[in-house]
Each structure stands twice: as C-alpha cells, then as structure tokens.
C-alpha cells in the first residue's frame, strides 16, 4: 500500500512537470519576464526535490516489500502441512516444501506435473471426482487418500486435501489452490481403534455370559447372541425394548413377581451404583420354562457427569446349577426308587405335626405299612422286579390317600402316611382303603403275576399318646408287627399294651442272634478293591461286614444293623471289626507295605464314646500299624448328626496320620454347608448319582459339581456303584480320583485278597 501511495504522487509531480513544460512551450522564454522564470526556475527546483524524495521512499517500500515477501516466502515453504496450486486440468503449479517433502522429491520435479501421478492407484477416482466438483462448483471441498512417496515406492501416505477454487472476474475456475496435511497418525489409530473395536466386539459377541447394554431411560441398545438366547428371542424382538416390558417375565428364587423398577439394571441406573449378584428366573419362550440367571449390572457414567447415560448388564445362566439344587433338594427329601417322601423329610413333618398337636391340641394319625411276602418276588423274580414292584406299589398307595397326607417310604419293603388333620375314624377309612387297593394289586413280571399283602399299624397323633417322633415311630412300628403277629394283610390300631410284645417276639430275635454270632465268631471281613484312576501305584479296599447265620448262608449288614444300633450293640461290631482288621494287616506285613490305605466303616455311638477311641488307639500301640494306613469312613448322616463330635475324631486321629472318608457323599439336606468344617480327606460320591450317570445328564452334573467342590477343597473324591466300563470311563473324564463297584471288583473274604497279595512283589 506504502508503494502505491508513493507511485500515485510521483504521477502528481509528472503531470505538474508536463504542465510547467507545457506553459513553457506556449509562451517563449525570451518573452518572459525576469520573475516569471524565475518562479518556474523555482517550481522545477521543487519538482526535483520532491522527486528525488519520492524515489527514495520508493526504494525504501520496495526493500520493505522484498522482506515482506521473504518472510511470506519462508511461512509458505515451511508451514507444516503442504500447498499446492493446480491448474484446472490438475498440472501442480506451485508447491511449498513441506509438500516436497511429504513426497520425497524435488520442487522441479514437481512443476507442471499431474498430481495424480503421486496419488495411490485405488484413489485417483477419488481426486478426479473433487477436482471436476471444484471447477465446475467453484467452491470448497475436501478428501482423504494416499499419496505415493518417491522415499519407497511401497509405501504410502494419508492425507486429507482441501480444495479451493481460484476465480477469474468472468466467475470461472483458472487454478486450484490445495491445502494438504498428514493425518497418517491418526489413520493409524483409527486403524487401531477399529482393530480393538472388532476384537471387542468378538469378544463381545462369543462371551459365554449373556451381556447387554441400557441406555439411560432403560432400553436395550446392544446385546450379544448368548443374551438373546438366554431370553429366548431374536435380536429385533430384544433389541428397543425395556425391562417393564412383557416378554421379560422375571420371577424372585421364591417365585414371586420381580416388579420392573426393582430389576438390577434399573436399580443400577436410578442409584448410579453396581448391583451385584441378584439371583432371577427369567422365562424362555423357547425352552418353554424358566432359566435361572445371576446378574450383575454396572452403571456408566462420561466424563464430568454424575447420572449414568447407559447401564452394562452381565448374565449368568445358572440354570443347570439350579436343577441341581432342586434335584439335590428334593433327593434329600424323597426315595430314590418310588418318589416318595423319604425317612428324613419325614421324620420333619413329623416333628411339626406333633409340635402342632402341643400347641393346638389338634389330632392327626400315622399309619405304618410293611409289605407280606415281598421277600418271595426278590428270590423268584429278582432284585429289578422287586424294585419295579415297588414303584407300582408306591403309585397305588398315592391313589389311595387324600391329597394332603403325606405318603412316605421309609426303605426296604416299609411305608408310611402321615395324615394331618385325621382323626381315628377317618385314619380307619384311609388305611381301609389302602388294604383294598393293595390286595386287587398284581403285577406281571415275566409272565409270572406276583401279589402281595400289607399289615398295616395305625397310630392316632394325640396329646396323651404322642411324646415326640422317636417314640410315634416305635408305636407305629408295634402296631404293624401286630398286624403281622395276627396274620398279616390287615389293619392293626396301636395300644400301649402291644409294645411288650413286640419287644419279645420282634427285636430281640436279632439281638439274641447278633450275641451268637459274637459269641461263635460267626462274623466275617469281607473287602472291595477300590481303583485309582490316574493308574498310579497302589492297592486300596474297603472292609465291609458280614454274618454267617446257623446254615452257613452269609447275611448282608442291612439286615442285623437296625437292631444293633436301636438296641446299643454297634459298638460291639465296631470293635470286632477294628480289632479283626488290625490283627490280619498286622500278620500280612507283605500287603501292609503295597496297600495304600484300607478303610473301615465307624458308626455313630462308636464316634461318640471316648473308650472307643482309646480302644482304637491302643490297637495301632498292639499292632505297630502304621495310621497312615487307615481310612475311617464315616457316613454323611452320621456327620451331620454328630458334627462336633465326628470333628473331634477327625481332629484327634488326624494328627497321628489316619486318612478320613465321608460316606454317602450328596444324600445329606446341607451337603457343602458343612464339609468346609468337616477336615476329611476323601468324599464319597453316593451311588445314587453314579449309576445313572451315563444317561442322566443332571446326575453327571451332580457328581461334575461334587468332584470340582471337593478338588478346591483340596479333597479327593470316590464315586461308588461303578457297574460299568462306560461310568468308569465317564467318571475319569469327569476328573474322579477313585472308583468302587462291582466293575471294579466285588467284596470278597479279606483273607482270599491277603493271600493273593501276599508272594505278589
């Protein structure tokens, strides 16, 4: 501006100088006076004054304008992003270096040449198409691709360009002028980004647990397919909808209604806090039931904000855990075989009947059932058809009482009815009923038709007759060997004077017997190979007992144990059994070394008394047997039922190097709630779970859960009725340490294994 200013006033001087010049020429000098000249002599002096003012002011706007130029020159070829001008048909005709550079190459080399010669291949329609846009719109517009660099020619670069069209005062495009900038850096976190994005979202996607997200007024915005399916919908049917949706049909443990507000992700949104671990039943369309489901939700909040905008929910199905509970519940509490009520459970609403009849003086009534002739259908037909027998016996007998009695097997060929609110006449009627029913029973086994009869002993639950469960039992128990001592297949009422008598005729009888067997040492050892499944070295049994009865015939446990628990002689046994033991691993010094450890069976009065104790540890002083080598085994009734006492064996024999088993691992109400108190080595799988395990999905998940508790337990496991090579192999799979069965090999003499083991190296 400085220079034009100074431009515009030298034009003044000229045109004041053509103007002197022009007078001069029109009127001759010679006829000028002496002043005139002298004024124009003075107007020229001023003339060359101001002009030479003029042009040193020029000079100094002309150096100015260089360094102006200079410093421009130096902003444009060093900015840091680049500057190109094109023509319109896309020749660069201008570039700063920072553009060179970015290529690689020389400002020569890139005059008058296409841009897209150093435009990666797969972009160059991107460039033309921007570049038609600019000149046939005149105005701005931008992109992104890859310019090839001159540095590797397999490499490339990203950046973006800004389009700028240069117009003529016609308003047509006669150059581009280019703004370029690397964005190579964040291509590449871009690139990153979208990398961890898909491998998020594959995690997202194959993640066990179902998972979703809510947005902050409770509608679903994302989920992976594991939700999906634990709801049992498709994605568009679960996606957009809320919790207080229909289709989520969510129910409490106790089977109440989840109300929607109260459901974890909304609570997690309305309190901004995480909800952790809340146990539901969500209904499944397509299972057509509830699945079971632990869910924690987890509010999320963006920077600076205090209200969550969006809510991350986690499920786990918990389903099959569930089923197991529920079966391990209702195990504990019905008959393996019948599916009825077992002697637990019903020894429980026993005990609540007779407390209801102290506190409401309201009459109820037992009725005991003991099947005749049932042993003739085991020896003729065999074990399966007695049990099938049993199971049609047990549906029969569920027909015939009233639906709020309670019918229960208390094992063996015995039955029992609870009935509540009953009173004798009514009791009568049932029982009659029952009688009926029985006797029109046949069943075809084979081509061969069995019946059986039922005596029957009834008993009223009153206040003057009932003390407490134990003794209700005893009473019923009485009647019912009546029913039999006055010929069986009838109905017997209790009176107290029957007791005497049963207590002569019934009982005793296997007292008096158990006493001779003792006496004649008439008792034998029998021992069961246990196998360890990971093939290491060692030998391991079990030592089971046995009577020999006067014709020699051998009797199984389950017979003369009742007797001897009800009337205080198990502990005899238990010492026959330990004192046998011991004397024969002490005469076999050569299997005592190869065995790994033999177990042997203790009962409840045995564990509770402390001269038993001091028995057994004068036996390992007499006998020098090593206490690594004995196993106890203990039952899990027996446990539950003597838990501070069972501990305190445990405890005091643990320390001298006895290994402890617990029995029937699985059949107990409050299994895992104990074993953590309980220090013992091994657990037996109870053979209920095992010898279906092959074809029920729910006992291989029992016996799956058992094994994996009991290994964090630090415990090993032993699964018993192993019957087949296909329940050994599945329970090796499964990780079970050891197993026991006839498989495995059936209980023989102890002394027929001593002398096997005993020229054996």
């Known amino acids: 501006m400085k220079e034009k200013g100074l431009l515009s006033d030298k034009q003044q001087l000229r045109a004041r100088a053509e103007k002197l010049t022009v007078s001069v020429d029109k009127r001759n000098i010679a006829q000028m006076s002496a002043d005139d000249v002298a004024l124009l002599l003075h107007d020229l002096e001023t003339y060359q004054i101001e002009l030479e003012m003029q042009n040193e002011d020029l000079r100094t706007a002309q150096i100015e304008l260089k360094e102006m130029h200079d410093e421009y020159a130096g902003l444009y070829d060093f900015a840091p992003i680049g500057y190109i001008t094109l023509s319109k048909k896309g020749l660069i005709l201008q570039s700063n270096l920072t553009f060179t550079k970015m290529l690689g190459v020389f400002r020569s080399k890139l005059i008058n040449k296409p841009l897209s010669a150093f435009i990666n291949k797969e972009d160059q329609d991107i460039l033309y198409k921007n570049l038609k846009r600019v000149v046939d719109t005149q105005g ?64 997202f996607e194959n993640m066990a647990q179902g998972v979703f997200y809510q947005n902050a007024d409770g509608i679903l915005v994302d989920c992976n397919s594991a939700a999906i399916e634990l709801f049992g919908l498709t994605a568009d049917q679960f996606l957009g909808k809320s919790s207080s949706d229909p289709d989520w049909r969510v129910i409490r443990e106790d089977g109440t209604v989840f109300p929607a507000e109260e459901h974890p992700s909304m609570e997690a949104l309305r309190t901004g806090k995480p909800v952790k671990n809340v146990i539901v039943g969500l209904f499944n369309p397509q299972r057509k039931g509830f699945v079971w489901l632990i869910i924690n939700a987890t509010p999320q ?22 089923q197991a509970e529920h079966k391990l519940s209702y195990q504990a509490k019905h008959d393996a075989l019948t599916g009825l009520i077992n002697r637990y459970e019903f020894e429980r609403r026993a005990n609540r009947l007779i407390e209801d009849v102290r506190v409401n003086s309201s009459e109820h009534a037992l009725c005991f059932m003991d099947l005749d002739q049932f042993k003739v259908i085991n020896d003729t037909s065999g074990h399966i058809a007695g049990d099938e027998l049993l199971r049609q016996l ?13 019918l229960v097997r208390l094992g063996g060929d015995e039955f029992a009815v609870l009935m509540e609110h009953c009173n004798l006449v009514q009791a009568k009627r049932v029982a009659q009923t029952i ?56 109905i017997h009422v209790y009176h107290h004077k029957d007791a005497a008598l049963v207590q002569r005729r019934g009982e005793m009888q296997w007292v008096s017997r158990i006493n001779q067997a003792l006496e004649l040492d008439r008792f034998l050892l029998y021992a069961q190979p246990i196998e360890q499944l990971d093939d290491s070295p060692g030998i391991h049994f079990e030592l089971l007992l046995r009577m020999q009865d006067e014709t020699g015939a051998i009797i199984t446990p389950g017979a003369f144990l009742p007797a001897a628990e009800r009337y205080n002689l198990i502990e005899l046994l238990d010492s026959w059994v330990i004192q046998r033991a011991f004397k024969l691993l002490s005469d076999n010094k050569n299997f005592l070394k190869k065995v790994d450890f033999i177990s042997i069976n203790l009962s409840g009065p045995s ?30 009734t027996i446990a539950i039922s003597n838990l501070e006492v069972a501990t305190t064996f445990i405890q005091k024999f643990g320390e001298l190097g006895c290994r402890f088993a617990l029995d029937d691992f699985g059949s107990g109400l409050s299994s895992f709630g104990y074993l953590k108190n309980l220090p013992v080595d091994y657990l037996k799988i109870d053979g209920i779970f095992v010898r279906d395990i092959v074809n029920d999905p729910i006992d291989y998940a029992m016996v799956k859960s058992i094994n994996e508790i009991a290994h964090v ?49």
């Not at 150059?175 to 690397?182: S, Y």
């Not at 963006?302 to 969006?310: D, W």
């Open 394 to 406: 047990g549906r029969i007998l569920h027909q015939s009482v009233r639906n709020r009695d309670t």
């Open 607 to 636: 564990l509770s008394n402390p001269g038993f104790l001091e028995f057994i540890a004068r036996q390992f002083n007499l006998t020098d047997i090593s206490s690594s080598k004995i196993c106890f085994e203990i039952t899990e």
């Open 435 to 490: 009688l009926k029913n029985v006797n029109a029973f046949q069943m075809n086994w084979n081509g061969r038709i069995h019946r059986v009869g039922i005596s029957i002993g009834l008993v009223p639950v009153t206040q003057q007759l009932t003390a407490d469960s134990s003794e209700l039992m005893k009473q019923a128990d009485t009647a019912c060997y009546m029913a039999k001592e006055l010929g069986r297949n009838r």
């Open 713 to 761: 337990m630090g415990k090993k496991t032993i699964a018993e009725f192993v019957e087949s090579t296909e329940i050994k192999d599945m329970l090796k799979s499964i990780g079970v340490d050891y197993v026991q069965g006839y498989r495995i090999g059936k209980p023989l003499l102890f002394e027929e294994y001593l002398l096997k083991y005993k020229y054996t190296r």
């Open 301 to 322: 909040f963006k920077e600076g904000e205090e209200k969550p905008y969006q809510v991350f929910v986690t499920l786990q199905d918990i389903t099959e855990r569930k």
């Open 140 to 203: 701005k517009h931008s992109c992104e691709l890859r310019l090839r660099t001159c540095i590797d020619i397999n490499s490339s670069m990203w950046v973006s360009l800004d389009f700028v069209s240069g117009v003529t005062p016609d308003n047509s495009c006669d150059q581009i002028r280019l703004i370029i900038k690397d964005i190579s850096k964040r291509k590449k976190t871009e690139e990153k980004l979208r990398a961890n994005e898909k491998k998020y979202r594959t995690l």
